[in-house]
């Protein structure tokens, strides 16, 4: 890590200050105002903004810290950035006039996410890292395989791999098995893999089976297709460079970039059919064949990138619980009850196929929404929000035995879910009172036409002449209306890339905390 900071770029740096500080990280120097103080006696702390620091300042100051648990948090950070790094340099391989697969894996690896999600610890020993080959920028392979697999919570808290399934672009399986974790299985969660201990009793494959196989597959620079990606390669501990996201690839019309559109969701939108119905178990053949129909439509440009946004429908019921996630195992669900103010009820939560082994998840269930609402907003916490959107608060909480630990407060819906519940409940008012639209004579609809366009026909003029008087104005400010446009989607991505640079932070700082 001291080779990177030494060789950074000062805005690389400055972030890192930024955030140790908003973290309240101390080195053996202390915090970045005292460590200013003793480090620069001229100046001291009145000149703090790390942005008018030079970058032997910003050096000296992240080299103060020797702990082991800072030193992971900022190795994790440092690797967000070296990813991008990494990034950059294999995009400079591609050709001027890519194909539609490598347009495609050129939107993945540009997507801010990117950095995080595929921050892989490949350096150790059980990963394999697949290896580039020496092809011209013109002979780039467009070949691709999809990918999906199922994962077990073992009893030492980690994930293990126990089914893949990998298809080609004609969607031919070419790997269909059923993997032996070799660990002590805590949780088959059969509901959701669809595996349970009896299918595993004569299996043999190994982790290290699936990976031989998977390089051969994946030699010649083939492109890899999975949605979430991600979570697969990590179960796989492969590191592969040329991928596809389908969870990166499309967006939502009305969401922010970081929101991904589940697999079910998007096959129903694009695809028009369901992966799979509710409460059914995965099935790692359909899903891998799901993501490379989603990639050979786009190939195909059937389908552009914004899929329409999906209405939940959320009852009233479920709006008088919040969420709480990403809970240290640790922490007894009793003491989930010192987290927020008010008068509720815990209910945990089964884990989910993807969730990490060392977290859990429960709902606070109160008597009515406005209860749940109230506590939601009286919690403290740093305001954020899911990858669908909902608002959720970062909170810490004391436990009895003294020590903090964090976790997650989220409502169950947008924050407009209230309003589309009021109008609901007004058109059953509507409905009831007898004077729904649609009680209405043909007559009376008639009448309302004809007034209707004799007031437009008195308009249409005026409005034409508006027309012409914005086409002039929209003329002299597009370049200016341009501008501000891209300089609101920077904010928005460095607005994100702090996030989840904070989302880095708490997830080591909470097993600082567990350690303790």
């Avoid at 119905?277 to 786009?298: Q, R, W």
Wanted: glycine share 4%.
């Amino acid at each position: 890590m001291d080779a990177f900071i030494a060789t950074a770029e000062k805005k690389v740096l400055v972030e890192i200050v930024k955030l140790s500080q908003k973290r309240g990280m101390k080195g053996n120097k202390g915090d970045w105002k005292q460590f200013l103080n003793i480090y620069d006696k001229k100046f001291g702390a009145s000149l703090s903004d790390p942005g008018k620091r030079s970058n032997d300042v910003l050096t000296a100051y992240l080299k103060t810290f020797d702990k082991e648990d800072d030193l992971k948090v900022l190795a994790k950070v440092v690797q967000c950035h070296s990813n991008r790094q990494a990034v950059d340099q294999l995009l400079k391989t591609f050709p001027e006039n890519e194909s539609p697969e490598q347009t495609l894996v050129r939107s993945t690896l540009e997507h801010p996410q990117y950095p995080l999600d595929y921050s892989f610890p490949s350096h150790e020993q059980d990963w394999v890292v697949s290896k580039r080959g020496k092809k011209s920028k013109a002979t780039i392979s467009n070949g691709m395989v999809a990918v999906d697999c199922e994962m077990v919570l073992c009893e030492d808290g980690s994930e293990a791999l126990v089914k893949v399934c990998v298809v080609d672009e004609n969607l031919q399986v070419k790997l269909d098995e059923l993997v032996n974790p070799r660990k002590k299985v805590a949780d088959y969660r059969t509901e959701i893999t669809g595996v349970s201990a009896s299918d595993l009793d004569r299996v043999t494959c190994t982790l290290a089976d699936i990976q031989k196989r998977l390089k051969k597959l994946l030699s010649g620079e083939t492109i890899l297709v999975g949605h979430s990606l991600c979570n697969d390669l990590q179960a796989l501990k492969i590191d592969h460079a040329r991928v596809i996201d389908t969870a990166y690839i499309f967006k939502y019309s009305d969401g922010p970039i970081f929101r991904k559109p589940s697999l079910n969701n998007l096959c129903k939108s694009v695809l028009g059919y369901e992966v799979r119905k509710p409460g059914s178990p995965h099935n790692c053949l359909d899903d891998a064949c799901a993501a490379m129909k989603l990639v050979l439509a786009k190939i195909k440009r059937e389908i552009g990138d914004i899929i329409p946004p999906v209405q939940e429908d959320v009852c009233e019921v479920n709006m008088a619980k919040l969420l709480l996630h990403r809970i240290p195992i640790t922490v007894p669900s009793e003491e989930l009850h010192n987290a927020i103010p008010g008068n509720y009820t815990i209910e945990v939560k089964q884990p989910s196929v993807k969730a990490q082994g060392d977290k859990y998840s429960a709902f606070a269930i109160f008597k009515n929404p406005q209860e749940a609402d109230q506590a939601y907003v009286k919690v403290q916490g740093n305001k954020e929000k899911d990858s669908s959107g909902r608002p959720q608060k970062l909170i810490s909480f004391k436990l009895s035995k003294g020590i903090f630990t964090d976790l997650y407060v989220r409502k169950m819906a947008q924050d407009d879910s209230c309003a589309q519940v009021s109008s609901k409940r007004a058109l059953e008012v509507e409905e009831n009172s007898g004077v729904h639209k649609k009680q209405k004579t043909d007559q009376n609809i008639e009448e309302e036409m004809v007034a209707d366009l004799s007031q437009c026909c008195d308009h249409l003029k005026e409005i034409e002449r508006l027309k012409q008087e914005q086409q002039k104005v929209s003329e002299q400010c597009c370049d200016h209306l341009k501008e501000i446009e891209g300089l609101k989607q920077q904010l928005k991505n460095k607005e994100f890339e702090i996030s989840t640079l904070n989302k880095i932070v708490s997830k080591y700082q909470g097993g600082k905390k567990k350690v303790k």
